[in-house]
């Protein structure tokens, strides 16, 4: 959950990182009048942020995958070999 909760906070703030910042100044300060404007590096740190995000919790989720599916692989077992008599041969690698 928390993943998906950084990867749309990543997205957003990749996406829209003037709007991004504008709200979180508004919920974060008290002041009259018009709101203070973020200078243009601060909009591109945040983007920069937004993408690190996003391909952060893109690749956890990946390596999630990753490990649900060797677990799956490794505990799976064809009873029908277990029976089976040997063929003799030795797989190589």
């Known amino acids: ?4 909760l950084i990867g749309l906070v990543g997205l957003v703030e990749a ?3 003037d709007r991004f910042i504008s709200t979180l100044t ?3 300060y008290d002041y009259e009048g018009e709101p203070p404007t973020a ?3 601060v909009v591109t740190a945040a983007r920069i942020e937004g993408v690190v995000l996003l391909g952060v919790a893109i690749r956890a989720a990946i390596k999630a995958d990753w490990a649900a599916k060797a677990d799956a692989a490794s505990t799976d077992t064809d009873d029908s070999d277990s029976t089976a008599e040997p063929s003799g041969t030795v797989d190589r690698i």
């Open 15 to 17: 996406l829209y990182p």
């Open 26 to 28: 508004d919920l974060s």
């Open 1 to 4: 959950m928390l993943k998906l």
């Open 39 to 41: 200078k243009p590096w």
